[in-house]
């Protein structure tokens, strides 16, 4: 279907959204936008495009009231039931019998709205795994681009209509009734990382088992799916699985999802990402342009970077965190709500900031390496070699810096017990020499005793 002519004023209103306030719609079918910001207007008495812009801009409190009218947040617990009775049959089973007995398992609700969808699939595992199994092993996130319809879902408060869908026996299991309303188990809440994402601009989560996105792409126009199936197609595991809604098929160039169960929107990684394939996620060239090598290269130290087995992070030049691959956000419990955050104020920066300055790493101009740094974690004490250097563009300007720690946590350990073993080893030698000595001089004693023996039979003998 023909996307409608475009409509400058329409068009001028996206933009000024997009740079100005930071939410960038021009992804979003043309024809749905319009209507809903028409039944915005229609609201407040305005009649045109152009006016409406003049009416955002001298009305902050107006943009909140946008989204939540365009993003419209529609969603249940087990919605489309049927669905989710197989994916607890037949997928849940599969992904943990993919896993190692203490493996983690992770799950990501793409478009979370306010969080009847990720609770939902948290149920699902903790009845599979046990709460307490589930727990130790499940790490969900949880994203959407409404702000408001995140803080709804971190809140985790439900009325009685919103839990009418949920098994009366689950219900009493995973929710506590209170005066503001039913309120999810807040134990299994903790196993869940919330943050504002946008599907057709950002870095997708990684290493993902389970990934369930459904009824948000019908919102994008053909495009701009494709670039969020290439996003999604990175995040899953090979063994991975993709949920979408019951309204919604793929229908992308390439056929890089499998069909599991067609009926409920089930899909796993069929064919591998091509070049073009990542082009799509990527800004656009003019057509006559060639290719840049540089884009695939740039796509794989992105890809090195977020799979490293060591924690890294990258720090811009306003001293604002503005990369951390999944090893760091694991060993210093960051989130996606640290990102463009001062690194001074967080766990890694508060590490770094006790033995050196940041400022005098800028400064620098030259990569520095700090010794056996000691970190006092929640749960155990670790030791890293951290290792800071400055990134530079190709006109030789300082960007930032890339921060890598490596854990020698094992090696201090190891030399410490080398150190304690040596040192009973010389208790040892020292005990033993004691010892030697002291039979030494026994065996003198017996000697001169022995002789003292002799003598006095010889005297006896004599005298005889």
């Not at 979003?28 to 229609?42: A, D």
């Not at 996620?281 to 290269?297: C, F, W």
Request: with cysteine; charged share 20%; net charge negative.
């Amino acid at each position: 279907m023909n996307q409608p002519e475009a409509n400058p004023e329409f068009e001028a209103l996206l933009d000024y959204l997009k740079h100005s306030r930071g939410c960038d719609l021009t992804g979003y079918k043309r024809s749905t936008l319009m209507r809903r910001f028409r039944q915005r207007m229609q609201n407040i008495n305005i009649d045109s495009y152009q006016s409406y812009l003049q009416y955002l801009q001298h009305h902050p409190q107006e943009y909140l009231d946008l989204l939540n009218d365009v993003l419209i947040n529609v969603t249940s617990f087990f919605r489309d039931r049927d669905a989710w009775d197989y994916l607890a049959a037949e997928i849940v089973p599969k992904i943990i019998a993919n896993k190692q007995p203490h493996e983690p398992i992770r799950v990501w609700s793409a478009g979370c709205a306010a969080g009847q969808e990720i609770y939902s699939l948290l149920i699902l595992l903790a009845e599979a795994l046990g709460i307490e199994s589930c727990l130790e092993r499940v790490q969900c996130f949880a994203t959407d681009a409404d702000q408001a319809a995140l803080q709804q879902a971190q809140r985790a408060t439900y009325s009685d209509l919103e839990i009418a869908s949920i098994p009366p026996h689950l219900l009493e299991k995973y929710f506590e009734q209170t005066e503001q309303g039913y309120v999810f188990h807040p134990t299994l809440h903790s196993t869940i990382i919330f943050g504002r994402h946008d599907l057709a601009q950002d870095a997708p989560m990684s290493k993902i088992d389970l990934l369930a996105c459904r009824n948000v792409l019908m919102y994008f126009n053909p495009e701009t799916q494709a670039s969020i199936l290439v996003r999604f197609h990175f995040a899953l595991k090979n063994t991975g699985f993709f949920f979408l809604g019951k309204s919604e098929l793929l229908l992308n160039r390439r056929q890089i999802f499998n069909p599991i169960n067609l009926k409920h929107r089930i899909y796993a990684k069929s064919l591998k990402l091509e070049l073009e394939d990542y082009l799509s996620i990527k800004p656009k060239s003019p057509k006559n342009q060639e290719i840049d090598p540089l884009t695939t290269q740039s796509y794989f130290w992105q890809t090195a970077f977020e799979t490293s087995p060591v924690a890294q992070l990258a720090v811009n030049l306003n001293g604002y965190l503005i990369g951390a691959n999944e090893q760091a956000n694991r060993i210093f419990g960051l989130t996606l709500d640290d990102w463009n955050r001062p690194f001074a104020e967080l766990e890694p920066g508060k590490l770094v900031g006790s033995y050196t300055s940041i400022t005098t790493l800028y400064r620098n101009y030259r990569p520095v390496t700090l010794k056996n740094i000691e970190w006092i974690g929640s749960q155990s004490i670790r030791y890293f070699d951290i290792a800071i250097a400055p990134v530079f563009n190709s006109k030789k300007l300082l960007l930032g810096i890339t921060l890598t720690f490596l854990d020698k946590t094992a090696c201090k350990l190891l030399a410490a017990k080398v150190d304690l073993t040596n040192s009973e080893l010389a208790k040892l030698s020292e005990t033993l020499q004691a010892k030697e000595a002291n039979l030494e001089t026994i065996k003198m004693e017996l000697d001169s005793a022995h002789q003292e023996i002799q003598l006095l039979t010889q005297n006896t003998d004599y005298k005889n």
